[in-house]
């Protein structure tokens, strides 16, 4: 990718949920990466780590609440899925600044202006009842678990992207591209699998990174 270009990566097309990461082809800060070589950037990142904690307890409650939303009314509570979409979101900026796809530090709670964005469609009505029912009782948490233990496998790819992408930015100033979009497309899957997870959409998600 060359200077001055911005290349808008997106989720699947047509999955209803999808991450948007842009490309930054401005110089990278190299001072930002050599923290990130040592792990300075995880403790600059205590803070949302802490609140995401609290918030993430509370949105597994509310998600719960939610299924039973579903099985009795055939919708998902607005205030419901506006909580889970803030929390996913949040997640998804610490996640990608502290893997260095951006320099922008995440903000708190929900900001549509940040340049890492996660878009929700609204599911279709009615909603699927059956589905409702398994999450009430975990069934659809145990449904989701070959994601989740593939996602976890993949963090620690992750990991090392993340490191050797900081010692490259070091040395050049830039991320490879490569390396963008392999934390784009973990990104992307994770969205899906969570996102599936707390009812958001009822379409379960494809094991793919694209």
Not at 4 to 32: F, K
Not at 41 to 68: D, E, R, S, T
């Amino acid at each position: 990718h060359g200077p001055g270009t911005v290349a808008a990566m997106s989720g699947t097309p047509d999955y209803p949920i999808t991450v948007e990461m842009p490309v930054d082809d401005e110089q990278r800060n190299r001072w930002l990466a050599a923290s990130g070589i040592v792990a300075l950037k995880l403790v600059l990142l205590l803070p949302h780590i802490l609140l995401l904690f609290l918030f993430g307890m509370m949105i597994q409650i509310l998600a719960w609440i939610g299924y039973w939303g579903i099985a009795f009314t055939d919708r998902l509570p607005d205030p419901i899925r506006r909580l889970e979409i803030i929390f996913l979101a949040w997640t998804t900026r610490v996640v990608a600044w502290f893997a260095g796809a951006t320099d922008v530090y995440p903000t708190f709670g929900t900001d549509n202006s940040y340049p890492v964005t996660v878009n929700v469609e609204v599911a279709p009505q009615p909603r699927n009842r059956l589905l409702a029912v398994l999450g009430i009782f975990l069934i659809r948490s145990v449904a989701a678990l070959p994601h989740f233990i593939i996602l976890f496998l993949m963090s620690f790819g992750v990991l090392l992207v993340a490191w050797v992408g900081y010692v490259i930015v070091v040395f050049t100033g830039q991320l490879p591209l490569g390396l963008h979009e392999f934390i784009l497309n973990y990104q992307r899957w994770w969205a899906r699998a969570w996102g599936w997870t707390v009812a958001l959409t009822d379409e379960y998600p494809p094991f793919t990174l694209n």
